[in-house]
C-alpha cells in the first residue's frame, strides 16, 4: 500500500518504490524499513529455486531512503536526487523474501549541490551491507 508521505517526498514508484515506512528521521539521519514480499518481481529469476534479494536492490533501497532523507533540498518539486558514486560496498547477510530490512542513512557532508552519505542494511539486528555513497539533486529535463 502507497505511503503518501514516502510517495511526496521522492518520485518512485511501484514496483521501483523500495521504501515502505520510515521509522525516524533528523536533519542528517534516517531509518527505513522495506519488507520483501514472496511475489516479487525479481525473485522470478534471482533466482528461482533460491530466491535473493538482489545486491543492486539493496542498495537502491537504501539510496531512496537516502533521497527522502534530502528531499527537504529539493524546491518546490523541481529536481530529483540521483546516485553519482557507490564506494566500498560490502554484502554480509542474503536478504530472502519475507524479510524486513532495515536501512539507515546517514548525511555524513555536503559541498555544493553533492551530498555524501554512508548507509547500511540489516535484517533481524544482523548487518547485511554497507556502502558509500554520493547523490545530487539534479534537475528534471522536460520534453
Excluded at 502507497?2 to 518512485?12: D, K, L, Q, Y
Excluded at 566500498?88 to 555536503?110: H, S, T
Amino acid at each position: 500500500m502507497p505511503n503518501p508521505a514516502i510517495e511526496a517526498a521522492i518520485p518512485h514508484r511501484g514496483p521501483m518504490l523500495l521504501v515502505d515506512e520510515v521509522v525516524e528521521q533528523t536533519e542528517d539521519r534516517i531509518v527505513c524499513k522495506k519488507t520483501f514480499t514472496p511475489d516479487e518481481y525479481f525473485f522470478q529469476g534471482h533466482y528461482p529455486d533460491y530466491p535473493l534479494v538482489p545486491g543492486v536492490i539493496l542498495c537502491e533501497a537504501t539510496m531512496q531512503a537516502g533521497a527522502i532523507l534530502l528531499s527537504k533540498f529539493v524546491v518546490d518539486g523541481e529536481g530529483v536526487p540521483v546516485a553519482t558514486r557507490l564506494n566500498d560496498v560490502k554484502f554480509k547477510k542474503m536478504v530472502r523474501p519475507g524479510d524486513c530490512i532495515q536501512m539507515e542513512v546517514k548525511l555524513n557532508e555536503r559541498m555544493a549541490d553533492a551530498f555524501f552519505m554512508t548507509g547500511k542494511v540489516t535484517v533481524a539486528g544482523k548487518l547485511a551491507m554497507r556502502f558509500d555513497f554520493a547523490c545530487t539533486v539534479a534537475q528534471m529535463e522536460t520534453d
